[in-house]
């Protein structure tokens, strides 16, 4: 019956998963102003400053 | 029923052969045996008296049993064997018909006369053997021995001087069926006798005490042992052949007054359920009336066990076996119902895995027993088990007895007889302990294999209809354009992603022994929110030694985890390899791709839990065979018992 239960919850687990988009490890999020976008040249990677590869 | 009337050879007094077919007839008036040898008389010398035993039955008692016609108890043979004496009555049925009813240990056994077929001789025959009876069907034989014709009583079928051996065997059959094949005085069968265990209620007695008034008389008789001056208590003095006193450990012949076997000056065991403890289990309420130690010896270690008789006098005996703090209720057997094999054994639809064999050795006991037990008494036991159970074998020579015990847990027993404290705690698996894990396995393996059914079901209807692209476009590569410079960057064209879910970036790069980094951020133009990602396509390949190599590929995926709906531009600044430019490169972008390594890892969470109970119900199983004649087979009994 546990296990039962366990077994809803692992599926119910992967079928949001699957429904929401989740992928393992975080993906990198930030939020860039309209104006700071719309500037020629003014958006950068953080890859970039970082110096890239 | 015809009756021959003649005189007595002896005396000359009137004696009257009731049945046409009885050779023998103790005469009333003088107590000669006589015989009936054709149209003449033959005296063979006075009979002795009649050894006391406990019975009820009496020459005269009419009855009738089982639609037979009524009978009528003419003769009555005393036996004995050297372990105790038994009855055995000639009933006389209308029509010159006859049968047996055998009295021993408290039991009735009806033996019907059967056809005589092909058997071996006494000599021959060995306990165990299996011997095809004809219609009867095929039986097993459980004892073999030779008894004395101790004395008699009224008229009897066969010719023979008292005092004469007379040799037979006893056989066990399907259905609780019984048989004797008495070889007589010689070696060649001489008749064959089929029946099987008769409640006396079943036989129509009259005139008989009612069943609860022999409970009654059977109830106990105090007596005080001749040894040590102890009272002792007979709790089944109708069976009991042997006691053991628990003062002082003597072992007296409870069928010739408590004579002194064995003289002892203490006891040396004491028995966690005293005697004289009455308890219910499996729904009757037992008394202990006796106790034994048993051991086996391997290789010089000794395993001791102890075993507690118990007794109702409507069911008559059972037994208590407590073995490393493991307990078993145990019942007998009809060795004709047990199918046997070499290392397997079948009984009531079970099959019974041969666990363990030895010579098994009484080392003390205490109460009374239904049989002349002994210290020093050898037997060789065979176990099967079939978890709950165990069937069991003890054999020696001329004799072979099966019983049929369940495990018990050791709260029961000692809630049962209500004893102070608690029981001793069991030591690892006992050979027949049921196993926890039992249904669990095979529970936890449906349910994980039905989830994961459902997982792939729910993943490949994912696959066929899930995935959506979004956005596709080739991006070229300035020839004049510099590794990572802000002008070699690129931004697609908008896209939009209609519903939330990961994103699945896939690029396409004709690299070839190079590389091309993406360093990517995929904007939300609405919201202002950008994801970062990098991706890399390298692809390497020649020649060496071993042969043609390739290492990478043209094309490389990252995937975004739950993306928004929105609409959304990418920002793909291109790296590469330095006098290695790449022209461009195809980008793809899918929304909503299902995931196999999710799918995984799902199915890994669904099966852990069976695997893992998989391993312990083996290392359960392995635990419990350690200690059996056999290595660890592997096999998991509790799918047989599913």
């Known amino acids: 019956m546990k296990f039962g239960v366990y077994a ?46 | 029923m015809s009756g021959y009337e003649a005189r007595c050879p002896s005396c000359g007094a009137a004696i009257v052969f009731s049945l046409g077919t009885t050779l023998l007839k103790v005469c009333e008036h003088c107590g000669s045996a006589v015989a009936r040898k054709g149209a003449d008389l033959e005296a063979y010398g006075k009979v002795a008296g009649l050894i006391p035993t406990p019975s009820v039955l009496a020459l005269g008692v009419r009855g009738g049993y089982a639609g037979a016609p009524s009978f009528e108890l003419v003769g009555r043979l005393q036996l004995d064997h050297g372990a105790g004496t038994w009855d055995e009555w000639l009933m006389a049925f209308a029509g010159d018909t006859w049968a047996w009813l055998a009295e021993a240990q408290g039991k009735f056994h009806y033996m019907g006369v059967a056809p005589l077929p092909p058997v071996p001789e006494f000599e021959d025959v060995r306990v165990g053997q299996t011997i095809d009876l004809g219609p009867p069907g095929t039986f097993v034989v459980t004892e073999v021995k030779t008894a004395r014709f101790v004395t008699a009583q009224g008229e009897l079928p066969f010719d023979v001087k008292p005092g004469s051996a007379l040799h037979y065997a006893d056989l066990s059959g399907p259905g609780g069926q019984f048989a004797t094949l008495d070889y ?53 003095p109708d069976q009991t052949q042997r006691v053991a006193c628990p003062y002082c450990g003597s072992l007296l012949d409870a069928t010739r007054d408590l004579a002194v076997l064995e003289a002892l000056a203490r006891v040396e065991v004491k028995p966690l359920i005293p005697l004289g403890a009455k308890g219910t289990l499996d729904g009757t309420e037992w008394t202990v009336i006796g106790f034994m130690e048993r051991s086996v010896t391997v290789e010089g270690v000794r395993y001791p066990w102890q075993e507690y008789l118990l007794y109702e006098p409507g069911k008559g005996f059972r037994w208590l076996v407590l073995a490393k703090g493991h307990w078993s209720f145990v019942a007998p057997a009809h060795a004709g119902d047990v199918q046997t094999m070499t290392v397997a054994s079948r009984y009531r639809d079970m099959h019974f895995k041969h666990f363990q064999g030895g010579g098994a050795v009484v080392d003390h ?44 847990a050791p709260d029961e027993v000692w809630k049962a007889f209500r004893l102070p404290g608690g029981p001793p705690r069991p030591e690892g698996v006992a050979p027949h ?18 989830a994961t059914s459902i997982l792939f079901a729910v993943y490949l209807a994912l696959l066929i209809g899930g995935a959506r692209q979004v956005h596709r476009q080739s991006v070229e590569i300035a020839p004049s354009a510099v590794p990572g410079a802000p002008e070699a960057a690129a931004f697609t064209e908008p896209f939009v992603v209609g519903r939330a879910g990961n994103l699945e ?49 043209t094309e490389a995926r990252r995937y975004l985890s739950a993306v928004a709906p929105g609409r959304y531009v990418m920002r793909l600044a291109p790296q590469w390899e330095a006098g290695r430019a790449v022209s461009g490169y195809d980008v793809e972008v899918r929304s909503r791709v299902p995931r196999l390594y999710q799918v995984v890892l799902a199915a890994l969470a669904l099966l852990m839990w069976p695997i893992v109970l998989s391993w312990r119900s083996m290392r359960f199983e392995m635990q419990r065979w350690s200690e059996s004649d056999h290595a660890f087979s592997g096999s998991n009994d509790e799918e047989e018992e599913e």
């Not at chain 2, 060789?380 to 018990?408: A, K, R």
């Not at chain 2, 004709?510 to 990602?533: H, R």
Request: hydrophobic share 35%.
């Open chain 1, 8 to 53: 809803l919850m692992v599926l119910g687990l992967y079928a949001t998963s699957a429904w929401r988009g989740w992928e393992l490890g975080s993906t990198r999020r930030g939020l860039i102003p309209r104006d700071v976008r719309e500037a020629p040249g003014g958006y950068r990677s953080f890859g970039y400053w970082r110096g890239g590869k």
């Open chain 2, 505 to 553: 970036v896939r690029v396409r790069a004709p690299v070839s022994n190079s590389w091309l980094y993406l360093d990517g951020a995929l904007i939300n133009e609405d919201t202002g929110e950008v994801s970062e990602f990098d991706v890399e396509v390298s692809f390497y390949s020649g020649r060496d030694s071993d042969g043609a190599w390739s290492e990478g590929g």
């Open chain 2, 365 to 408: 006991v205490l109460g009374e027993f239904y049989w002349a037990v002994a210290r020093g008494d050898r037997t060789e036991s065979n176990d099967f088990v079939h978890p709950p159970h165990m069937l069991s074998s003890e054999q020696d020579g001329s004799e072979i007895n099966w019983s049929f015990g369940t495990y018990t």
């Open chain 2, 184 to 236: 007589g005085t010689g070696s060649a069968a001489e008749a064959l006798y089929v029946g099987r265990e008769v409640a006396l209620d079943e036989l129509g007695m009259r005139g008989l005490p009612e069943a609860e008034d022999r409970r009654k008389r059977a109830a106990g008789e105090s007596l005080a042992c001749p040894q040590c001056g102890g009272p002792l208590e007979i709790r089944a």
């Open chain 2, 433 to 450: 302990q049921p196993s926890p894990y039992t249904g669990r396995v095979r529970k936890a393996w449906s349910t994980a294999l039905l």
